[in-house]
């Protein structure tokens, strides 16, 4: 016979089994490589690194609803998000022939007035899919992640500081809300299946070659 000590115990472990499914939840979105998720992505160490990225708004391009600037080669940043290590986490999510780009990494800042992105799907750059990646650095914003699966069905996620979502090219279309209450601040870059960049390739370098 069940008594008050045994039904206590189960309605015990009952909530430690629901805290744990709302803690892990949203750790990854989705389950194809269309768009990822994932959250608490770089150790405290390397996070703590990342946080450390000159913000001063004078060393940035400012485009019409953001400030963008490319990172140099020779930035810790490129050491960080294509080490070994990082390539390993990604690629039983992505695609086993990931690898670093030599696009450069680019640092952005979102502004309190920008007026966000609009639906699109990412540009093809090489003869296979590309994944690009949006790392969360700071988020003060009510800025939204939007996408469409493949099944209709409209998603939104805010994206937490120290959090990495990926979309592949020519995937879901997707977009970003104005930020609205405050800026957001993220890192941009590529993990590529293959080393044949296409003309889009080129015409995206040509741009970065201008940026001062």
């Known amino acids: 016979m069940i008594n008050k000590k045994n039904i206590c115990f189960l309605i015990l472990i ?4 629901l805290l744990l499914f709302y803690l892990l939840k ?33 060393t940035f391009l400012k485009e019409s ?11 810790y940043v490129y050491d960080i998000f294509y080490s070994q290590k990082i390539i390993n986490k990604l690629k039983p999510l992505l695609s086993e022939k990931i690898k670093k780009s030599d ?5 952005r800042i979102y502004p309190i007035d920008s007026m966000g ?3 699109h799907k990412d540009t093809l750059m090489y ?11 700071r988020n003060k914003s009510s800025s939204y992640t939007k996408w469409i699966d493949d099944d209709g069905k409209l ?15 020519l995937g879901y279309e997707h977009s970003v ?3 609205k209450t405050g800026e957001r601040e993220i890192l941009k870059m590529i993990y590529t299946q293959s080393d044949n960049p296409n003309d889009n390739y080129y015409r995206e370098m040509n741009r970065f070659n201008n940026i001062v």
Do not use: C, G
């Open 14 to 17: 009952l909530l430690v089994v």
């Open 26 to 58: 949203d750790d990854k979105v989705e389950a194809n490589d269309n768009l990822v998720y994932i959250e608490n992505f770089l150790d405290e160490k390397d996070f703590q690194k990342i946080l450390k990225l000159d913000t001063d708004k004078n």
């Open 65 to 75: 609803f953001r400030y963008i600037k490319p990172l140099k080669k020779d930035s």
């Open 103 to 107: 696009f450069p990494i680019e640092h």
């Open 117 to 119: 992105m609009k639906p």
């Open 127 to 137: 003869d296979k899919p590309q994944y690009e990646a949006i790392f969360t650095i």
């Open 155 to 169: 998603h939104k996620k805010w994206t937490k500081p120290n959090s990495i979502l990926i979309v592949k090219a």
């Open 177 to 179: 809300t104005p930020p």
